[in-house]
C-alpha cells in the first residue's frame, strides 16, 4: 500500500476513495480524526490515483463532473 496524500476533511477524503472505487481503484482513508491518509492498495494505480488526486486537490467541486473536465482534453 502507498500513501498518496492527506486532507483535513474525513468525508472529503471518504469522497475521493469513493470516486477511486469507480475508477476501479482500490483506496481507503485512514484517518485520526485531524488528518486523513489517502491509501492505494495495488502499486500499479499509484500514478492514476496521483493524476486524479491532483486534479482533486485544485478543484474538490469536480469530482462528481459527468464527464469529467479532465477528460474533454483528450
Same mark, same amino acid.
Given at each position: 500500500?502507498?500513501?498518496? $496524500? %492527506?486532507?483535513? /476533511?474525513?468525508?472529503?477524503?471518504?469522497?475521493?476513495?469513493?470516486?477511486?472505487?469507480?475508477?476501479?481503484? &482500490? *483506496?481507503?482513508?485512514?484517518?485520526? $480524526? %485531524?488528518?486523513? /491518509?489517502?491509501?492505494?492498495?495495488?502499486?500499479?494505480?499509484?500514478?492514476?490515483?496521483?493524476?486524479?488526486? &491532483? *486534479?482533486?486537490?485544485?478543484?474538490?467541486?469536480?469530482?462528481?463532473?459527468?464527464?469529467?473536465?479532465?477528460?474533454?482534453?483528450?
Amino acid at each position: 500500500m502507498r500513501r498518496i $496524500g %492527506t486532507h483535513k /476533511d474525513g468525508s472529503a477524503a471518504q469522497r475521493f476513495c469513493d470516486y477511486l472505487t469507480t475508477q476501479s481503484i &482500490d *483506496a481507503v482513508a485512514d484517518g485520526d $480524526g %485531524t488528518e486523513w /491518509d489517502i491509501w492505494i492498495r495495488n502499486e500499479e494505480d499509484v500514478p492514476k490515483a496521483r493524476t486524479e488526486w &491532483d *486534479a482533486f486537490q485544485e478543484s474538490p467541486c469536480l469530482l462528481y463532473t459527468s464527464p469529467s473536465p479532465r477528460d474533454l482534453g483528450s
